[in-house]
């Protein structure tokens, strides 16, 4: 009977279905892991993003016209 048991204890374990409680449970333990940036790093590492994508853009665009501008030389009236 103790097999029973156990094997009924393992099942109900992995039994499929969503816990609504154990989720927000798991969710805040996990939550209280994290390592949350100061307002310092945040900051600076935002603006960082920001001037990287306006490079990035800036660079590509000159690279557009560039190319725009040898195909009106080659292919122009």
Same mark, same amino acid.
């Given at each position: 009977?103790?097999? %029973?048991?156990?094997? @009924?204890?393992?099942?109900? $374990?992995?039994?499929?279905?969503? &816990? =609504?409680?154990?989720?927000? %449970?798991?969710?805040?333990?996990?939550?209280? %892991?994290? +390592?949350? =940036?100061?307002? @310092?790093?945040? $900051?600076?590492?935002?603006?960082? *993003?920001?001037?990287? *994508? $306006?490079?990035?853009?800036?660079? $590509?665009?000159? +690279?557009? &016209?560039?190319? &725009?501008? #040898?195909? #009106? %030389? *080659?292919? #122009? =009236?």
């Amino acid at each position: 009977m103790a097999k %029973k048991d156990e094997a @009924q204890e393992t099942q109900e $374990i992995t039994a499929p279905g969503f &816990n =609504p409680t154990g989720f927000f %449970k798991e969710t805040k333990e996990e939550l209280d %892991k994290v +390592v949350w =940036p100061s307002r @310092q790093q945040l $900051i600076s590492e935002s603006l960082a *993003v920001l001037l990287m *994508v $306006i490079l990035s853009a800036s660079l $590509i665009y000159l +690279v557009d &016209n560039f190319f &725009n501008w #040898g195909a #009106g %030389k *080659v292919f #122009g =009236p």
